[in-house]
Nanobody, 125 residues
Framework: VQLQASGGGLVQNGGSLSLSCAASGRTFSNYNMGWFRQAPGKEREFVAA????????YYADSVKGRFTISRDNVKNTMLLQMNSLKPEDTAVYYC???????????????????WGQGTQVTVSS
């Protein structure tokens, strides 16, 4: 499976960005999807996840109320709408797909077997 993340860029404090992840190579609609991010010198951390049937979503406390995850199982894409961005949101953002079909949605990195190449998000203060 291939994942291609896009949409990153430079934005001012309080601004908005929308990230997109395009998937190919398997039945996208059967798998949970997630966004993670990694800032310089820090470990990769969970941002948001969405279940295979869009029935549930999960967010890290740090982004709850500001970010919205969604997916289109017809277009095989996943989106992350990021509003009220802060300088501490600066990181490389990665999209990921779970390793098993129809499983429970999880914020745990080890539950995701497939990763995109990452897209840089920089929020200036």
């Amino acid at each position: 499976v291939q994942l291609q993340a896009s949409g990153g860029g430079l934005v001012q404090n309080g601004g908005s960005l929308s990230l997109s992840c395009a998937a190919s190579g398997r039945t996208f609609s059967n798998y949970n999807m997630g966004w993670f991010r990694q800032a310089p010198g820090k470990e990769r951390e969970f941002v948001a996840a969405i279940s295979w049937n869009r029935g549930s979503t999960y967010y890290a406390d740090s982004v709850k109320g500001r970010f919205t995850i969604s997916r289109d199982n017809v277009k095989n894409t996943m989106l992350l709408q990021m509003n009220s961005l802060k300088p501490e949101d600066t990181a490389v953002y990665y999209c990921a797909a779970s390793g098993s079909a129809f499983g429970p949605t999880s914020p745990r990195r080890e539950m995701y077997a497939y990763w995109g190449q990452g897209t840089q998000v920089t929020v200036s203060s």
